[in-house]
């Protein structure tokens, strides 16, 4: 399974980003897309996950951050709203499912960076 993140990029704080991944490969099924983020010199925290449709946030995040799913293609989203010089970091898309001969899988992008200028 190969996971390509795009979408990142530089932007004026209060500005919009939106990133997208995309899950390619023996895929059964998938139950479950994040993103995380880690700043320069932080470790690599969550921002957002979906899972079965219910979705969860990162606290810094709430109310300025959209995931979103396309199950068809095998893609999730972050709409990324009102955006902050601390949200400065690489963002890196994650997808936990099930191969064909039902063995496990969880599978990391390889990042993208997205800079907020203040």
């Known amino acids: 399974v190969q996971l390509q993140a795009s979408g990142g990029g530089l932007v004026q704080a209060g500005g919009s980003l939106t990133l997208s991944c995309a899950a390619s490969?023996?895929?059964?099924?998938?139950?479950?897309m994040a993103w995380y983020r880690q700043a320069p010199g932080k470790q690599r925290e969550l921002v957002a996950h979906?899972?079965?449709?219910?979705?969860n946030y990162a606290d810094s995040v709430k109310g300025r951050f959209t995931i979103s799913r396309d199950n068809a293609k095998n893609m999730v989203y972050l709409q990324m709203n009102s955006l902050k010089p601390e949200d400065t970091a690489v963002y890196y898309c994650?997808?936990?499912?099930?191969?064909?001969?039902?063995?496990?899988?969880?599978?990391w992008g390889q990042g993208t960076l997205v800079t907020v200028s203040s």
């Open positions: 994650n997808t936990q499912g099930l191969y064909y001969s039902r063995t496990s899988f969880s599978v």
């Open positions: 490969g023996n895929i059964f099924s998938i139950n479950r």
């Open positions: 979906i899972t079965g449709g219910v979705t």
